[in-house]
């Protein structure tokens, strides 16, 4: 397999493709931005930027001279998977990451996501069977979990309320789960791509951090140098909440269960692998984080 230089992102402005683009400039890959014709999202000036209609032709116009191909594109763009994949055999790109950057096929979720995980699936599975015909096309899925520094900010039913110095601790706090920092999922993609022949057809575990609320709450509480206020929740009633909104077509209920996901007591749902040794992050260059080293990124 020859060296990768040249790599397309589509979704380069999304929550992961932004990291994931500096990440991949910053390694000294040749980056293109592909983005949709009707994208109001704003990209960086000093990254060559194609806009593109999403059709075969166009893209696989798009795609040329790409190396490699990082589809990052958020929900509504997952069912265009399987075109990307078409466009990116066509043009001769020999490496195309598929949008997992979440639980991967083993994942263990709740049955109220199977129609979501069936359609990420499709693309994937294509990808599969495109490169067991065509040895010329690889794939790589990054299964990252939690994306745990993004995620805790963004949503403080995860907790840990940052400007409130509040949390809210499921059961006994102790439910473990795998967390990559958005660095470490930038770094996923660039080490996958320095490492071509390792990485070629699988999925790969990613890791920054294995923890639990505990240890998270630990650290705030060291951090900030004050007690935080606690309520006390079971992940019980949390997925019952989840799985009524979800019967009465209520909005929220994606949150509360993809919260229970990482949660559910005694499950071990929100686990990638059972423990760095056997995750991918060293061959990766993923780096190990600790709970402090999260929480001060969250209150920096
Ligand atoms: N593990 C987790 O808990 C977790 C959490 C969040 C996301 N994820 C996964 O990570 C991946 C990326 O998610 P994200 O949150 O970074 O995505 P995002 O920010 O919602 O969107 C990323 C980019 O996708 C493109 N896009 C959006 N809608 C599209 C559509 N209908 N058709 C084509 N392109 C579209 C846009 O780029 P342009 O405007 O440039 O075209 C957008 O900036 C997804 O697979 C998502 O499911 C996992």
Same mark, same amino acid.
């Not at 402005?13 to 592909?34: D, E, H, W, Y």
């Not at 893209?59 to 509504?76: E, R, S």
């Given at each position: 397999?020859?060296?990768?230089?040249?790599?397309?992102?589509?979704?380069?402005?999304?929550?992961?493709?932004?990291?994931?683009?500096?990440?991949?400039?910053?390694?000294?890959?040749?980056?293109?931005?592909?983005?949709?014709?009707?994208?109001?999202?704003?990209?960086?000036?000093?990254?060559?930027?194609?806009?593109?209609?999403?059709?075969?032709?166009?893209?696989?116009?798009?795609?040329?001279?790409?190396?490699?191909?990082?589809?990052?594109?958020?929900?509504?763009?997952?069912?265009?998977?399987?075109?990307?994949?078409?466009?990116?055999?066509?043009?001769?790109?020999?490496?195309?990451?598929?949008?997992?950057?979440?639980?991967?096929?083993?994942?263990?979720?709740?049955?109220?996501? *199977? =129609?979501?995980?069936? &359609?990420?699936? @499709?693309? +994937?599975?294509? %990808?599969?069977?495109?490169? #067991?015909?065509?040895?010329?096309?690889?794939?790589?899925?990054?299964?990252?979990?939690?994306?745990?520094?993004?995620?805790?900010?963004?949503?403080?039913?995860?907790?840990?309320?940052?400007?409130?110095?509040?949390?809210?601790?499921?059961?006994?706090?102790?439910?473990?789960?795998?967390?990559?920092?958005?660095?470490?999922?930038?770094?996923?993609?660039?080490?996958?791509?320095?490492?071509?022949?390792?990485?070629?057809?699988?999925?790969?575990?990613?890791?920054?951090?294995?923890?639990?609320?505990?240890?998270?709450? *630990? =650290?705030?509480?060291? &951090?900030?140098? @004050?007690? +935080?206020?606690? %309520?006390?929740?079971?992940? #019980?009633?949390?997925?019952?909440?989840?799985?009524?909104?979800?019967?009465?077509?209520?909005?929220?209920?994606?949150?509360?269960?993809?919260?229970?996901?990482?949660?559910?007591?005694?499950?071990?749902?929100?686990?990638?692998?059972?423990?760095?040794?056997?995750?991918?992050?060293?061959?990766?260059?993923?780096?190990?984080?600790?709970?402090?080293?999260?929480?001060?990124?969250?209150?920096?």
């Amino acid at each position: 397999m020859s060296p990768i230089n040249n790599v397309a992102v589509i979704g380069a402005s999304g929550n992961f493709g932004t990291p994931i683009t500096q990440a991949l400039q910053a390694s000294g890959f040749k980056v293109t931005i592909v983005t949709r014709e009707t994208s109001t999202t704003v990209h960086p000036p000093d990254i060559s930027t194609v806009r593109t209609e999403y059709t075969l032709e166009a893209l696989t116009k798009a795609l040329n001279n790409q190396d490699a191909v990082v589809c990052v594109v958020g929900p509504g763009g997952v069912p265009l998977q399987k075109t990307f994949v078409d466009a990116a055999e066509a043009a001769g790109v020999q490496r195309f990451i598929i949008d997992d950057f979440g639980w991967g096929p083993d994942a263990r979720g709740f049955p109220e996501f *199977d =129609a979501i995980h069936a &359609i990420r699936r @499709e693309g +994937w599975d294509y %990808a599969a069977k495109k490169a #067991k015909d065509n040895k010329n096309f690889t794939w790589t899925g990054l299964t990252t979990g939690n994306p745990i520094d993004w995620a805790m900010k963004k949503f403080p039913l995860m907790g840990f309320d940052i400007s409130k110095h509040e949390a809210i601790i499921y059961d006994q706090g102790k439910e473990r789960f795998t967390g990559t920092t958005l660095e470490g999922i930038g770094q996923a993609v660039v080490g996958t791509l320095q490492h071509p022949e390792e990485t070629a057809n699988r999925f790969l575990k990613v890791q920054s951090i294995q923890t639990c609320q505990n240890e998270l709450l *630990d =650290a705030f509480e060291r &951090i900030t140098g @004050e007690k +935080w206020k606690v %309520a006390r929740m079971t992940s #019980k009633e949390l997925i019952e909440k989840g799985k009524e909104e979800n019967k009465a077509c209520v909005g929220g209920w994606v949150l509360k269960l993809a919260v229970s996901h990482l949660y559910d007591v005694g499950q071990g749902r929100g686990m990638v692998a059972p423990s760095r040794k056997e995750a991918d992050a060293e061959l990766l260059g993923v780096k190990e984080e600790s709970a402090e080293d999260i929480v001060a990124k969250l209150l920096g």
